[in-house]
């Protein structure tokens, strides 16, 4: 099985599990309407549909390479993909923002600002927007992402996530109950996985054909390991957030022994 044929067969497994969460999330939100629940809902959607727009554009582009279908205008279907799916992962970055300014509401600095931080982080994420879809304009039907754009995205993702990271530690530290620390945890732990995700992909593009060329034949192993953590990062964001009752079992005793 070649490169490309793997990565299409990944990004649809990806897809599928990215689609069961973002579904368990929005039957929670009509359950209890809680604003987080949405906030988390709308950010996992538009991360999935960052993944449909990879997963049909490399499907073609596996298509079009092996000769089952024609490409007569010569688009440059993998890196239409790309685009397209790091525009909508930048609208996912600022509904993450959302999220923990919502959730951790209490915090000083929200209390100050209010939801001034989220919309400049919007704001920022909006420069993603232009620089991609710009430039897909400009080159079309053949755009090419370079490694300003994926540096500048990274970076405001790694932001959204270590923002995640860091305001989950305070009411982990008061946590009481195991369960609650617990689910503290798994939300730290896919902030981890969310900014691995990217560092991945980066270390892809770096060391792959479009840059320094290091690992030669297109996609890296860092590519299918940034899937992976995919998994993790959305796994562990539903179940930290919704501590579902087989998870929440595990913790049963009442208080928490150590700190």
């Given at each position: 099985?070649?490169?490309?044929?793997?990565?299409?067969?990944?990004?649809?497994?990806?897809?599928a599990?990215?689609?069961f969460v973002?579904?368990?999330?929005?039957?929670?939100?009509?359950?209890?309407?809680?604003?987080?629940?949405?906030?988390?809902?709308?950010?996992?959607?538009?991360?999935?549909?960052?993944?449909?727009?990879?997963?049909?554009?490399?499907?073609?582009?596996?298509?079009?390479?092996n000769?089952?279908?024609?490409?007569?205008?010569?688009?440059?279907?993998?890196?239409?993909?790309?685009?397209?799916?790091?525009?909508?992962?930048a609208?996912?970055?600022?509904?993450?923002?959302?999220?923990?300014?919502?959730?951790?509401?209490?915090?000083?600095?929200f209390?100050?600002?209010?939801?001034?931080?989220p919309?400049?982080?919007?704001?920022?994420?909006?420069?993603?927007?232009?620089?991609?879809?710009?430039?897909?304009?400009?080159?079309?039907?053949?755009?090419?992402?370079?490694?300003?754009?994926?540096?500048?995205?990274?970076?405001?993702?790694?932001?959204?996530?270590?923002?995640?990271?860091?305001?989950?530690?305070?009411?982990?530290?008061?946590?009481?109950?195991?369960?609650?620390?617990?689910g503290?945890?798994?939300?730290?732990?896919?902030?981890?996985?969310?900014?691995?995700?990217?560092?991945?992909?980066?270390?892809?593009?770096?060391?792959?054909?479009?840059?320094?060329?290091?690992?030669?034949?297109?996609?890296?192993?860092?590519?299918?390991l940034?899937?992976?953590?995919?998994?993790?990062?959305?796994?562990?964001?539903?179940?930290?957030?919704?501590?579902?009752?087989?998870?929440?079992?595990?913790?049963?005793?009442?208080?928490l022994?150590?700190?």
């Amino acid at each position: 099985m070649d490169k490309l044929l793997v990565a299409v067969v990944i990004e649809g497994i990806v897809l599928a599990f990215v689609m069961f969460v973002v579904t368990m999330l929005y039957i929670r939100y009509f359950k209890r309407r809680r604003r987080t629940a949405l906030a988390l809902a709308v950010a996992f959607t538009f991360w999935d549909i960052a993944i449909i727009f990879l997963f049909v554009f490399r499907l073609l582009e596996y298509l079009v390479v092996n000769g089952l279908i024609l490409n007569p205008n010569n688009r440059e279907y993998g890196d239409i993909g790309v685009m397209l799916g790091y525009s909508f992962s930048a609208l996912s970055n600022i509904f993450i923002l959302i999220f923990v300014s919502l959730i951790f509401s209490q915090a000083a600095i929200f209390r100050r600002t209010g939801m001034l931080i989220p919309i400049f982080f919007a704001a920022l994420n909006g420069i993603t927007i232009g620089i991609l879809l710009g430039g897909g304009i400009r080159l079309w039907p053949a755009p090419q992402y370079t490694m300003l754009p994926t540096l500048y995205h990274l970076t405001l993702t790694f932001i959204s996530f270590i923002a995640l990271i860091a305001f989950t530690r305070q009411p982990l530290r008061h946590a009481i109950l195991r369960w609650e620390k617990a689910g503290f945890r798994f939300i730290i732990l896919s902030g981890v996985f969310g900014i691995l995700i990217y560092l991945s992909f980066a270390l892809d593009f770096l060391f792959g054909d479009n840059a320094l060329g290091i690992i030669s034949g297109g996609y890296t192993p860092f590519f299918f390991l940034a899937y992976v953590f995919a998994i993790f990062m959305c796994g562990l964001a539903y179940i930290g957030f919704t501590m579902p009752d087989f998870v929440r079992n595990r913790f049963k005793e009442t208080k928490l022994d150590d700190n």
